[in-house]
């Protein structure tokens, strides 16, 4: 296993250095469509040079959504970075402040180490297979008495399609929350459930996967798989998520 302590030191340096950049870039950004009609900006790219540029010093191939290994480079690799520089484009354009930035080290297909930056808040949830989940410099503890008041809450999405039947089914309250700081709304106790439906992409879901587990949730598939983070179009299946596994909804 190569050095994680190491690893991690150098992806919270790339999150910082992709925080200043988002931050300095809010009134300056310009966006366009991708070819899978996406939203792009320059600050999407800034960020990605500014993470991407700190990395490289890792000697482990990087792929980002805005520079995607081919999977013929990367099928065969043991180790890679997977980030997503910006993630919350639609909200970061709108001045909204629900956006973050997400960086994991995939071994072998699954996370095992990953951040998420809560930029605006300057808030950064951290971890690796051998540690517990940091917020900031300090460990996250919650009591577990504050998970299960929020067990049937749910989080539905902003921007992508929400199955309302499951939550009625499932007799659950919804909060809407952009990008992927519904992982911390998890990991923070203010909700329980994070269902998604649709096809989302892996560099969006890698690095709460990783930070739930680590704090005693859960994450996979309808059929209760775990996610493969290295397919080739990084396409994954909808899944559920639960903030701890005490407290997972019957039938999952």
């Known amino acids: ?7 991690l ?3 919270l340096k790339a999150s910082k250095e992709a925080s200043k950049v988002l931050l300095s870039y809010k009134d300056k950004n310009t966006l366009w469509l991708k070819d899978d009609d996406s939203l792009v900006g320059l600050a999407d790219l800034k960020s990605n040079e500014a993470i991407s540029e700190i990395l490289a010093s890792s000697d482990i191939a990087i792929c980002s959504e805005e520079n995607i290994l081919s999977y013929e480079k990367r099928k065969n690799l043991e180790y890679f970075w997977l980030i997503d520089p910006l993630d919350g484009t639609k909200s970061y354009a709108k001045k ?7 960086i994991a080290l ?3 297909n699954t996370p095992i180490l990953s951040l998420i930056n809560d930029v605006e808040n300057n808030t950064t949830y951290y971890a690796h297979t051998y540690t517990k989940v940091y917020k900031n410099d300090k460990i996250l503890n919650i009591d577990l008495k504050e998970y299960e008041k929020v067990k049937n809450i749910a989080l539905y999405s902003k921007n992508h399609d929400n199955n309302e039947n499951f939550f009625l089914e499932n007799h659950l309250e919804g909060i809407k929350v952009s990008s992927a700081l519904k992982f911390v709304y998890l990991l ?3 909700a329980g459930i994070y269902p998604r439906f649709g096809g989302p ?4 879901i890698a690095a709460g996967d990783f930070l739930v587990k680590q704090n005693g949730g859960i994450l996979y598939d309808f059929n209760q798989n775990s996610l493969d983070y290295n397919t080739m179009d990084f396409k994954l299946p909808s899944f559920i998520a ?3 596994t005490e407290f997972k909804l019957k039938g999952f």
Do not use: R
Request: charged share 40%.
């Open 1 to 7: 296993m190569k050095n994680l302590d190491l690893f």
């Open 9 to 11: 030191e150098l992806a």
């Open 96 to 102: 909204d402040k629900e956006y973050c930035v997400l």
């Open 106 to 108: 995939i071994h072998k």
């Open 188 to 190: 923070e106790a203010k």
């Open 201 to 204: 992409k892996a560099w969006d």
């Open 242 to 244: 639960f903030a701890k």
